[in-house]
């Protein structure tokens, strides 16, 4: 009975890694206002309190004196550490991690993660640690070709659909999700779909030149159909357009090389050259415009141009982006040394970043753009968790690649060649973070791959497991002796499941009932979106969007009602809404600038006199974020409203002089001159739009006015 539980325990901890390794990165939800991220941390948090319980259960049932002689006792403490180098930097990165959640900028997004992102939060780092010390104890040397396999597996549909949107075949209706130039399939943005191709093809190319696993049994994924599936990862790669990514991919493919050998790349010679082949000859057949009414896509020969434009542009520090990104890193490097012991706290970058975001910064990103991450791991770090916080996790970066190199000179046959795949992986993954940010599918696969490091160094160190083995034939019969105490602690362990799950399982409904929100606002079915709305909003009161998109939806109730009464409590609920938000975002300046607004809909729609509190709250927006070009502009419009038309001209130039490119906003500023009689003025602003882009019709009038009075 004993030996039974144990076997059943591993086998649900075994299904639960190949879950991670292949459904997590396919899965999405188009029935959740968070198509892409909630649905996989939720799966993640849901197989991970699965197998915490399946692995506790186990050492539990194994009566494994070794196990309960380790429970207890500073000596056994020191004996698990030394078990495995990893273990010790594992867990001192999580407490500091805690210790910086407690004392951070919002203690509830270091908690939890910020929405639609979740992957930096304390919990997620939990359930992180979880997997590594689970895949540490439980995994199998022998199954790593087919945890490998299954990852591979996983990326097939990923593939498929980034193809399907490469040719302009889109079949699902992203409504609210991305909608760029470039193809992002599963993972929601090119970046995030960039990071994941280079973490699975050196694992493509392991498994290509591996020879023991094929010829101990028959694969689903045969050496044919995986050069087919390598050459799609690197099409996909190819017009992701992430230069991140592909900066990535050169490192992964030189240690790869490097460590790969002479002599294994010679064996494998044929299908090393088919791979290459399929790698040049799938960019190539994606490139055509295949299909003709979609107007993102442009032909073969413009596509390749934008491509190797992309990649020369990576040095060219000039470009938007990357200017960008260099002023993003010089605000991280103020946040730091604003609090540089412990940091902001985990998942406050986003925060706190507003305050240090420079005028350059938005003038390269585009107005109002905010910084959720440094796009740099260590300056992330940094940031957040402080300088002892960035010590540690140096540590265990440093240790986890010391620790994949004494393995890959240890270890022989198809075991090294995967751990090369690993290795490959964790590199490319490391150089793109560099200049981007894990999301919840990368950094699943990366503390897996550090799990499946330590469980190689526990045996290179004698230790195969803390699981009794299997009974030897002289060994007498196990007998199941369960004490009272025994069935209390699996009962709070049932107890425990049940109420994490509703935990985990409910911000899910909540999500579900927004997007449902959504759909109904956007078929003015108001009463409906708002019913909806407050049930998200209940559900789960700490995401600002759903609270954004109620006080919306009453806003535009009370434009349609007839009756003044309803008008009012409309309003009055929309400000309500955004009051709230406030007081759970105090550091976000768009939550200020939205209760700004909704009191100008007070003065608008119900004609009550209140730009004075208007003015205040997008006041507080502008003292938490001076670059924030829409809080400027609304206070021109409020001072509009006012006729205060000298403060709206002062506050309309205060936004150009950060933000020149706003021709909408030059356009208007020319029209308020021409409003006050300075007709000089406003025919250089119009000039100025006009220099800019000649084919702006929203000027044309204006010009064309102009030209008229001057008989020009």
Request: glycine share 8%; proline share 4%.
């Amino acid at each position: 009975m004993k030996n039974r539980i144990v076997k059943i325990c591993d086998q649900v901890i075994w299904v639960g890694l190949l879950i991670l390794a292949i459904a997590i990165p396919p899965l999405i939800s188009l029935k959740m206002e968070d198509v892409v991220e909630l649905p996989k941390i939720t799966l993640f948090r849901m197989v991970i309190l699965t197998i915490s319980i399946a692995w506790l259960l186990k050492r539990i049932e194994s009566g494994n004196p070794s196990f309960k002689a380790r429970s207890k006792g500073f000596y056994s403490l020191i004996s698990w550490v030394r078990s495995c180098p990893l273990h010790l930097p594992v867990v001192a990165f999580l407490l500091v991690s805690a210790i910086s959640t407690l004392i951070s900028a919002d203690i509830r997004i270091s908690l939890v993660g910020i929405y639609k992102f979740y992957f930096w939060g304390l919990l997620s780092l939990t359930g992180y640690s979880l997997l590594y010390f689970i895949t540490a104890d439980n995994f199998s040397e022998n199954r790593m070709g087919a945890l490998i396999e299954g990852l591979l597996i996983g990326s097939f549909p990923v593939a498929i659909y980034g193809v399907c949107q490469r040719l302009g075949l889109e079949f699902l209706d992203w409504a609210g999700g991305p909608s760029r130039m470039r193809i992002w399939s599963t993972l929601g943005n090119s970046n995030f779909l960039g990071a994941y191709l280079i973490m699975v093809i050196p694992l493509g190319l392991g498994l290509l030149v591996s020879n023991d696993y094929y010829r101990n049994g028959r694969r689903l994924l045969s050496k044919p159909l995986l050069v087919l599936l390598v050459g799609l990862l690197a099409g996909c790669l190819v017009y992701t357009l992430s230069r991140g990514a592909w900066l990535g991919l050169l490192a992964c493919l030189a240690v790869w090389g490097f460590f790969v050998g002479k002599d294994s790349i010679k064996r494998n010679r044929k299908w090393l050259t088919l791979a290459l082949a399929a790698c040049l000859l799938f960019p190539i057949l994606l490139g055509p415009k295949w299909k003709i009414e979609t107007p993102i896509f442009k032909s073969g020969q413009e596509e390749m141009e934008n491509v190797i434009g992309r990649a020369i542009s990576i040095t060219n520090l000039g470009e938007a982006s990357i200017s960008a990104r260099i002023e993003g890193w010089k605000s991280s490097l103020r946040m730091f040394s604003k609090r540089p012991l412990l940091g902001w706290g985990l998942d406050n970058f986003g925060t706190i970043c507003p305050q240090y975001i420079t005028p350059k910064f938005v003038s390269s990103a585009g107005r109002d753009m905010l910084q959720s991450y440094a796009h740099n791991e260590f300056l992330q770090v940094g940031a957040t968790v402080g300088i002892i916080g960035l010590i540690v996790y140096i540590w265990l970066i440093v240790t986890f690649f010391k620790l994949l190199i004494y393995l890959l000179k240890k270890e022989r046959g198809d075991t090294r060649t995967f751990l090369i795949g690993i290795m490959s992986s964790s590199v490319a993954l490391m150089v793109y973070n560099q200049f981007h940010f894990s999301v919840v599918s990368t950094a699943i696969l990366f503390w897996l791959f550090m799990g499946i490091a330590g469980k190689m160094a526990r045996k290179t160190q004698g230790e195969e497991s803390d699981i009794t083995p299997e009974r030897k034939s002289n060994e007498p019969v196990y007998t199941s002796n369960h004490s009272p105490s025994d069935f209390i602690i699996f009962g709070i362990m049932a107890i425990t499941y049940v109420f994490l799950s509703f935990l985990i399982l409910r911000p899910v409904v909540a999500d579900i009932y927004a997007k449902r929100g959504r759909d109904y606002a956007g078929g003015k079915s108001w009463d409906k979106a708002i019913s909806s709305l407050k049930k998200a909003v209940r559900l789960n009161p700490w995401v600002e969007l759903y609270r954004v998109n109620l006080g919306n939806a009453y806003k535009e109730k009370a434009e349609v009602t007839n009756s003044i009464g309803e008008k009012e409590e409309c309003i009055d609920e929309a400000v309500l809404q955004f009051k709230e938000n406030v007081k759970l975002f105090p550091h976000n300046p768009f939550a200020y600038r939205n209760l700004g607004i909704a009191y100008m809909w007070k003065t608008q729609i119900l004609g009550e006199p209140c730009t004075e509190l208007a003015l205040r709250e997008i006041a507080r927006a502008l003292t938490i974020f001076p670059c924030f070009i829409s809080a400027l502009e609304d206070t021109g419009k409020v001072y509009f409203c006012r006729n205060e038309l000298d403060k709206t001209c002062f506050y309309l130039n205060e936004a150009l002089e950060i933000f020149p490119k706003d021709l909408a906003m030059r356009t208007t500023l020319g029209a308020i001159y021409y409003k006050m009689g300075n007709k000089e003025k406003a025919l250089t602003e119009w000039k100025k739009v006009w220099e800019i882009n000649p084919d702006y019709e929203g000027v044309r009038k204006y010009l064309i006015v102009k030209k008229g009075e001057k008989n020009e």
